[in-house]
């Protein structure tokens, strides 16, 4: 086992991270020695899983911090920056990985409540704009290492249209644009951004969607290997992109799917 990041006082900041890609790409990374922050907004009921797997993740050796607030918050924003500076002393910030799964699924029409202007608003503001807001806070602290990476999760409902996701679709359609001009205006700091594209992943973000068997379904008879996109493949790609020899690769859209995109 390659153990990239021990020693080096580097830290994964993971948006989302208590379940699904975000806790996969965690494990994965503190697997190979990136010490692990983990800004999530969970109830009380479903604390004791999460901390049972936040245990999987310290049993690994890694330094490890966990803020259970609403991550969109302005003023909660700025309480975590000065909780992780206060953690994490001289390290920095390797990785900023977004894997927010905060939105509105609803139709457009013939349903008691239809999807409004404020849905929009608060999906996009979770799943992409808030993005831009945890960069750019990270980048004024200081808080970045020289060489540094962002990962965003987008769907194919960045060019699709599903029922119920015409807010979640607009936010990854956001999420993209906001990535790019990341990874445009942050290159000259040594910063890069890509977002990553999943097939079809079994998580409890997926379960939301009404008629998420038929994605699933369509997936598996896509996908060349017949097989669904699991957490772990992606969190594989997270950490291929976290490796120095990925240095090289910014402002791209990939897809994580195994070849599922090719018909």
């Known amino acids: 086992m390659s153990k990239d990041f021990e020693n080096k006082n580097e830290w994964a900041l993971i948006l989302g991270g208590s379940t699904g890609l975000g806790l996969a790409s965690a494990k994965k990374l503190a697997l190979h020695g990136m010490n692990i922050i983990i800004v999530h907004r969970n109830?009380?009921?479903?604390?004791?899983?999460?901390?049972?797997?936040?245990?999987k993740i310290k049993e690994l050796g890694v330094h490890f911090l966990s803020l259970n607030i609403d991550l969109v918050k302005p003023e909660k924003r700025e309480e975590a920056i000065s909780e992780i500076k206060n953690n994490i002393g001289e390290g920095k910030i390797k990785?900023?990985?977004?894997?927010?799964?905060?939105?509105?699924?609803?139709?457009?029409?013939?349903?008691?409540?239809v999807l409004k202007n404020d849905d929009f608003h608060l999906t996009i503001d979770a799943m992409a704009i808030s993005l831009y807001d945890w960069v750019k806070a990270i980048y004024d602290a200081q808080l970045f290492a020289e060489d540094s990476?962002?990962?965003?999760?987008?769907?194919?409902?960045?060019?699709?249209?599903?029922?119920?996701?015409?807010?979640?679709?607009?936010?990854?359609?956001?999420?993209?644009?906001?990535?790019?001009?990341?990874?445009?205006?942050?290159?000259?700091?040594?910063?890069?951004?890509?977002?990553?594209?999943?097939?079809?992943?079994?998580?409890?973000?997926?379960?939301?969607?009404?008629?998420?068997?038929?994605?699933?379904?369509?997936?598996?008879?896509?996908?060349p290997f017949n097989q669904i996109t699991t957490p772990e493949d992606v969190a594989n790609v997270v950490y291929l992109l976290c490796k120095d020899e990925a240095s090289w690769i910014n402002g791209c859209v990939i897809p994580v799917n195994g070849g599922e995109h090719l018909s």
């Open 43 to 55: 109830r009380k009921s479903e604390l004791a899983q999460i901390e049972s797997d936040f245990k």
């Open 95 to 113: 990785t900023l990985i977004h894997s927010v799964a905060k939105g509105n699924l609803k139709p457009m029409t013939n349903a008691e409540h």
């Open 149 to 223: 990476r962002v990962i965003s999760f987008t769907s194919e409902g960045n060019t699709k249209a599903w029922r119920n996701y015409a807010a979640v679709s607009a936010a990854k359609v956001a999420l993209e644009a906001i990535t790019r001009s990341i990874a445009l205006e942050f290159a000259p700091y040594g910063i890069r951004a890509n977002c990553l594209q999943p097939g079809a992943v079994d998580t409890q973000s997926l379960r939301m969607i009404p008629g998420y068997k038929k994605i699933m379904d369509h997936s598996l008879e896509r996908n």
